[in-house]
Structure formats: C-alpha cells, structure tokens
C-alpha cells in the first residue's frame, strides 16, 4: 500500500535514532510500513536494531528525526493512555523489586481502560481471564510472578498484555531464554492471537526457524538498516541469511512450502579475486 | 503466597489493634487513668482528674504519634514504589537532612520564640525539607532526567551535605544548644498542641487521598518506568506527583517531631509481608499500621522510666528492626534485590 494509506496501521517514514553518548549503534534512517492485521517478523543478529525500532513503535523512545504514524495520527501526539488502549508491548523480560502475583501482573493490563477510582469491574476480570486461558496461564494465577519458569514468565506478560485488549502486539524477542518447547509453544500462541483473535503482530527475534514457520511477512535488520522486507518465502535465502548472520545455511524442506535452515559448511569460493 | 483470604484478614487485624492503641494508649503512663472514669460524664467535668490527663495531656499527643507514623509509613510505601529500591524510607530524598539543618539553624542561631503558636524551630526545619527537596528536583531537571536512580543519587548526595552542616553548627553550638539540638535529632513527640494536630490532619488527609488514587500507576512503577509507560502510564507526572506528595507529607510531620527512624522503612516492609504488594491494600494497611506502631511505640517511650522519658526514635530502631529480621527469616522470598 502506498504511503498515507488509510489503511495503514504503522506508517515509519525516514526513522532514525541514536542511544546517547558513548553507544556506537545507531539506527539509520529507516522507512517501514505496517499494514493492519499483518503478522511481521524483525528479524536480525543481536545489536541489529530490532528492539530499538520496536521501542520507537511504542514510543517507549524518541526518533532524532523522521516520524512514526499511528493510524494516520503522529504517535508522539497520542497521550499515553490512548496508546496503551491500542497497543501492547511486551518485553524481553521484567524483574519485579517487591513481587506480585501472577493475577496482579495481568490486572495491570486494566489500567489504561480503568478511570482514576474505579475498581476492576466483572467486564475487566472477564477479560483478564480469558487473558491468561488464551495464553495458557490460569493453572498458576495465584502463583509469584518471581517464582515462575522463563516460559510461564514470559506468557504471563504476553497475558498482561492481553487484557489491555489492544489492536496491536508488539514482543520484543519473546523467545530469547525459553527451550525448545516453550519458544514453540509461544509462537503457537502468537500465530492463535493473530488467526483467531484479528491482532496485528511485530515480533522481534533471531529465530529463523521458527520465524519462517509461523510469521507472514519477515523485515531483516543488520547494523540499524534493512536489508529486506517481504513474504517470507521470498525474503528468506541462503544469501540473505548468510549475509544477515554471516553464516552459511542449508535450506532443507521436509514437508509445505517453508523450508528449514539448517548450518552448513560454507562452499568454497568458487572465484578467488587476483589482482 | 498470601491468599486474597488471608490479607484481608491482616487488614481487619491491623484496623481493630489500630482502634484499640487509638483509645487505649491515652490510658497509659507514668499516671495511670480509668476508662469508665474518662467518660463518665460528658461532657468531662473539670474536676475529672483522669479525663482532664485523657483529653488535654495524651489525647494529642497520641494522635500525633498515629498521624505521624501513618505518614512516615505511607512515605515509606511510596519511596520505596517509585524508587523501585527496599531500602527508600521517606528520608530518602535528603528531608532528614534538610530538616535537621534547619532545626539546628534555628537552635544555633538562637531562634527559639514563636510565631503565631508555631516555634521558629518548625518553621525552619519545615523550610530546610523544603529546602533539599527543592534541590534534589533541581539537580535532576539540570540534568535531564527524573527516573528513579537520579532522585535516589540526588537525595543520598543532598543528604550528606546537610548532615555536614548540622555537624558543623553542632560543633559551634554551646552545651545547652547542642542539647537541644541532639533532643531535636533523636525525634520526639512531646511538644504537641491540638493546632499542630489539626494542621497534620489536613496535610495527611489530602496527601493520603492523591497517594491512595495513584496506586494502580505504582503498581506498575514498582514494576518499572517502560513497562508503566507501555501500560499508559505518563510515569514522569506520576513520578513527581507521588514523590514531592509524599516529601510535602513527611516535611510537615518531620518539622514538628524530629526525623523519627526507622518507621518509614520497617512498618511498609511489616505490611508488604502481611498484605502483599498491591498498592490498593499496602497503603491502607501502613498508614493504620505505622501510626499503630508509633503509638504503641510512644506510649512505652512515655511508661517505662517512670516520669523520664526515653526519646520515641530510639525505642522504634529498638523494636523494630528484630520484628522485621523476624518476618524476613520466615519469608524469605519476599524482596528481590
């Protein structure tokens, strides 16, 4: 779709930012459009750029110039609270100083719905609820957030994030501490969200696999730049990958359309350049 | 994991043993008074000799005692939110510091006589809070940045300059100064009359209302600035809010008592391993708590030698630092540093 769309949900035009003083990373100017209903991946090495263009999305950081569209609004001009009613962002992971539990964790998710004394109503536990049913989380709802595992951790924040009951959803690495059955069962949750629930997803991690499996549309970001964006079956080569992690990958293909990426021994350079 | 069962409990616990120290303090002391024989009449007949101790001698004092250790604890839960740190109390921001300096200023400078009813030594230890707090907000916005590590770095640096500063006008001070000056420091609740107790009231009354609607945003502070700005928090607003709220609250308490320890960080800490962390329940549950405990302190303070007194801040380091080791022990998980 073309830039100014009405239809479209992000509208990132020539984003840049740098962390301040002694950070060497900056993102550099940067163009991206996100349409409504899309599941998207930011895909890239650690240090890439995808958390910060993610926290740019939130308006959890300023841009150092170009701007940031919110459904044709500028998102620096959205209060808060209207964002939190539209958007939910989850985090690489939390830590809390005095801990809460599980229930108390997600009843956060409330507050941009709630008015300054008004309790959470039955509507709202409704909602917290189904919350934590769609993420798997209601068996330890009584449980300290601080004494659950990484998996259970990181759905209770997917969870929280739900009962803002927002358009989009925006996770920043949500696999990175998780094992094998965790990060699958995550990205199920999130494609669930995404098919079932009509929530326009970004998610960013370094998961090819998984992200080849389960995404729509890949954005592959190296050294603060993209280097591609498209479907994932175009996007997603060998020479891409080897250019993004600088690693030589074998497509294999098992069964369906997507293949898997596995590691391999780099082939010799076929042209030794002599001079 | 406490259940939602057993907090409110807790809390119903603390209100009825908040309501007995209320009523029940007064009775006791050096003197000790009846009950029945307080209220015999009503109203008290001038020749009530227990009704006139009752009313005119500990009835103020006592609620002064409750009305500050409910704002020292309330402070302390809200140090302790914003700066995400377990170890904030309300002195955190360099008000102990401030006031003192001003106490001592006062006192030094030989500053004794009233003005209309309130000491000078209040007015200026009222100004000296008012002073570093003004300070702390200043060296942040020099610098840009109101997140928690500043004001906590902010308050911990201004607090030591003030404390150089009542050391240097202690060490100028003569005998009878430095007496006073020390009686000042130790905090106290005995010079109290129903006029500073009704100014309190309004002080505490307002600032407990603004804190108590901003706990959902502490929550989520608690949690930390990204997460409460994702949730819709503007955490800058709530930040100052609540802070210089509860710096306003512990100045005009701290100006008439003297910087009592320990309460603001022992009774949130009590409360947090009783009611949980939700703010909701914690701040209810330490204002009654804290001034439970301050009264309860007090009134030992006030009994136990006879018609000596024992300095209120002394006693409340004393009894409550083994009660909080007690209940860390038996709950360990409770805080994560």
Known sequence: ?275 | MISSGQRKLALLLIFATFLVALLGCPLLGSTSISFSKVFQSWPPLPENRDAQIFFQVRLARNLLAALTGAAMAVAGVIFQAVLRNPLACPFTLGIAGGSSFGAVAAIGLGLTAGFSGISMITLFAFAGALLSIGMVYSLASLIRSFSATTLLLAGVGINYFFSALVLLFYFTADFSQSFAMMHWLMGSLDVVDFASVGGVTIVFTGSFLILFSLSRELNLLSAGEELARVKGVPTVQVILLSVFTASFLTSSVVALTGPIAFVGLIVPHICRLLLGNDHRGLLIGSALGGSTFLMLCDTLCRSLFGTTELPVGVLTALVGVPVLLVLLFKRRTYVQS
């Open chain 1, 1 to 275: 779709m073309k830039l100014g769309d009405p239809m479209s949900l992000f509208e990132i035009q020539n984003l840049s930012f740098r962390y301040p003083a002694h950070c060497s990373f900056e993102l550099h100017p940067t163009n991206l459009s996100i349409e409504k209903g899309e599941l998207v991946g930011l895909l890239g090495p650690n240090g890439g750029g995808k958390s910060t263009l993610l926290k740019l999305m939130t308006g959890l950081l300023s841009p150092q110039t170009g701007q940031i569209h919110f459904e044709n609004r500028l998102l620096k001009t959205i209060p808060v609270r209207d964002r939190a009613r539209k958007m939910a962002y989850v985090p690489q992971s939390l830590h809390f100083t005095f801990p809460l539990s599980v229930w108390e964790v997600v009843e956060m998710g409330r507050h941009p719905h709630l008015g300054r004394f008004e309790p959470l109503g039955m509507k709202d536990k409704r909602v917290c609820e189904r919350a934590l049913d769609l993420c798997d989380a209601r068996s330890f709802k009584d449980r300290l957030y601080d004494e659950l595992s990484g998996g259970e951790k990181q759905r209770v924040l997917l969870a929280s994030a739900l009962a803002q009951t927002p358009q989009v959803l925006l996770l920043d690495e949500p696999t990175l501490s998780l094992d094998l059955s965790h990060q699958i069962l995550l990205f199920e949750i999130i494609q669930k969200l995404h098919r079932e629930e009509g929530l326009t997803v970004v998610v960013a991690t370094h998961e090819l696999n998984l992200a080849a499996r389960y995404l729509d549309r890949l954005v592959l970001m190296k050294a603060g730049k993209i280097l591609a964006d498209g479907p994932v079956t175009k996007v997603l080569t060998p020479r891409t990958i080897q250019v993004l992690h600088g690693v030589h990958v074998v497509p294999v293909r098992i069964a369906g359309e997507t293949p898997y990426f596995i590691p391999g021994k780099p082939r010799k350079q076929k042209k030794v350049q002599t001079s």
